[in-house]
Structures are given as C-alpha cells and as structure tokens.
C-alpha cells in the first residue's frame, strides 16, 4: 500500500463529481517537455521478473532527479475517477504536482483531505468564518 496525492479539481478528491478529464491532462503532458506519456509503467523484481502496469494516461516526469537514481521513476497516472494520482510523493515530486495544479486550475490532496502548497508542503486549513464565534462552545447564550 501507499499514500496517495491527487490532482483534483474536486471539493474532495473522492467526490463523484467531474474532475480532471483525460482529455485535459493528455493535453497538458503534450504541452510540458518534462513530461512523457508511456500509457505503461514496468519495474524489475526479484528473479528477473518484470512487473508492467499499462494504463492509458500514465506518465513519467522525466526531469525527476530520483531517476538519476537508476530505477527511481516519478509515474504520474490519470485515474478513472478524474485525478491526477502519485504513490508516496516526495517534497520534489509535490512541487511538481502543485505546477501541474496550477495549469489546471486545480489544487494537490492527500488521502486524508489535507492540501499542498508551491513548496510541496501541506497547508494549514484555514477555520471557516463561523468558527469566530464570542462564545466557548458549551455555551448558548
């Protein structure tokens, strides 16, 4: 398993309501000269095995300095539920992401709901203006 960050044009990336189009990010990667789209993702395992995942939307960002690394790879994959996903994001990937965000008129998300920032960073929630109230809590007068 893994933690995921999404690009969303959602409230929650798990809401059902339209997001991110295949057709848009399609787009977008033609336009980013860092960015390929393979439509397939391959490592190697143990024993000379290879594992191959082929997904149409699935990109690598090739300016990614962890591929310097050999076999580490930044996959960025549009999923069916109209986000942009990345597995276990470092801080540069997330900056990366936040970009891409950018272009899209969209915003980076975590599983849990929280939101990242230019820095790859996530941001502090913002309390909505209704919390300001005069009183504790407990009281109701």
């Known amino acids: ?33 860092e960015l390929r789209h393979d439509g397939f993702a391959e490592t190697a395992l143990n024993g000379g095995k290879v594992l191959r995942v082929e997904q149409k939307g699935l990109c690598v960002w090739t300016a990614y300095s962890g591929g310097e690394r050999g076999n580490d790879l930044c996959w960025l994959a549009w999923s069916g539920s109209d986000n942009i996903d990345a597995k276990n994001p470092d801080p540069e990937i997330r900056r990366k992401m936040w ?18 920032g230019p820095d790859g960073e996530p941001i502090a929630a913002i309390a909505p203006a209704s919390s300001t109230a005069k009183h504790p809590w407990w009281r109701f007068w």
């Open 1 to 33: 398993m893994g933690y995921d960050l999404h690009i969303t044009r959602k409230e929650n990336w798990f809401d059902p309501s339209p997001g991110v189009s295949l057709e848009d990010w399609l787009a977008y990667v033609e336009g980013d000269p």
């Open 99 to 116: 970009s891409i965000a950018e272009h899209l008129g969209a915003r980076v998300q975590g599983d849990d709901g929280e939101f990242y």
